[in-house]
């Protein structure tokens, strides 16, 4: 009889990479609602309209990664606050695009210095070319994960 390996789960990277991901969204999550009533979900879609313009929601949940129900969600909060309007989709009729109203460009540009305050305070014990190997390990990690996802050995 052959024995399974041992799963451990503090030393299974998968885990670990959860761990880390949720520790810092959760820093981050707290910062965002105290200072600008946003969720997570609704930061990533004014950071995403901000850099790639008006957008479908169907467009916005494989940019973020996120769940229909989770885009709809956060889009409705924010065309409820003002900061996104809903326009036409020229493409296809059944669809809108999504943009950032005035107000969410005013809340982007105030948003987006503190995003990058976080980011220099979560990785400021990383040399930059320990920031820039953690980049890149990380896109090869996301795309081994895409593959593996997609039945590709």
């Not at 493409?91 to 695009?97: G, K, P, Y």
């Not at 005013?106 to 305050?117: D, R």
Request: aromatic share 6%; glycine share 6%.
């Amino acid at each position: 009889m052959v024995m399974a390996q041992t799963l451990k789960l503090d030393e299974f990277l998968p885990y670990r990479l959860s761990i880390a991901s949720n520790t810092v969204s959760d820093a981050v999550a707290s910062a965002y609602r105290t200072l600008f009533g946003l969720r997570i979900p609704e930061w990533r879609l004014v950071a995403v309209l901000a850099e790639g313009g008006a957008m479908s929601q169907q467009a916005l949940c494989g940019r973020t990664r996120m769940d229909k129900v989770t885009v709809s969600r956060a889009a409705i909060a924010l065309a409820e606050r003002g900061l996104i309007q809903r326009g036409a989709n020229p493409d296809d009729q059944r669809s809108h695009l999504l943009t950032l109203s005035q107000q969410g460009w005013a809340l982007y540009e105030q948003v987006a210095p503190k995003a990058l305050e976080f980011e220099r305070r979560i990785f400021e014990t990383l040399s930059d070319a320990e920031r820039e190997q953690l980049r890149a390990m990380l896109e090869r990690i996301e795309a081994a994960a895409i593959a593996l996802d997609r039945g590709v050995d």
